[in-house]
């Protein structure tokens, strides 16, 4: 069983950053995938990145390549989010989310547990 907690959301004005964190339960974490969804008001969850148990492998969508960062801390059992250069479009609530295995993966359906999520908006 994998406990997340989201933090680091809030409010910036477009063309700034934030960096979200997912913290982990568990004394597994560098054997689960990681991945950043978000979904925004009247739309479905999407993908936005993921990171592979160890580290060394990730992927984004499109639409953040350039932009965004995940990395992991397997030490402290944390995945972070580095948004820079943030647009409205990207406004949505952020969820983490953990796979069962090592290997990023980009769908929804390949993660077991997911966080509560954490808002973030950008303003124009």
């Known amino acids: 069983q994998v406990q997340l907690v989201e933090s680091g959301g809030g409010l910036v004005q477009a063309g700034g950053s934030l960096r979200v964190s997912c913290a982990a339960s568990?004394?597994?974490?560098?054997?689960?995938?990681m991945g950043w969804f978000r979904q925004a008001p009247g739309k479905e969850r999407e993908f936005v990145a993921t990171?592979?148990?160890?580290?060394?492998?990730?992927y984004y969508t499109n639409s953040v390549k350039g932009r965004f960062t995940i990395s992991r801390d397997n030490a402290k059992s944390t995945v972070y989010l580095q948004m820079n250069n943030l647009e409205p479009e990207d406004t949505a609530v952020y969820y983490c989310?953990?796979?069962?295995?090592?290997?990023?993966?980009?769908?929804?359906?390949?993660?077991?547990?997911w966080g509560q999520g954490t808002q973030v908006t950008v303003s124009s």
């Open positions: 989310a953990a796979a069962e295995r090592v290997f990023p993966r980009t769908e929804l359906k390949g993660y077991t547990y």
């Open positions: 568990g004394r597994t974490f560098s054997s689960h995938a």
């Open positions: 990171i592979s148990g160890t580290g060394d492998s990730t």
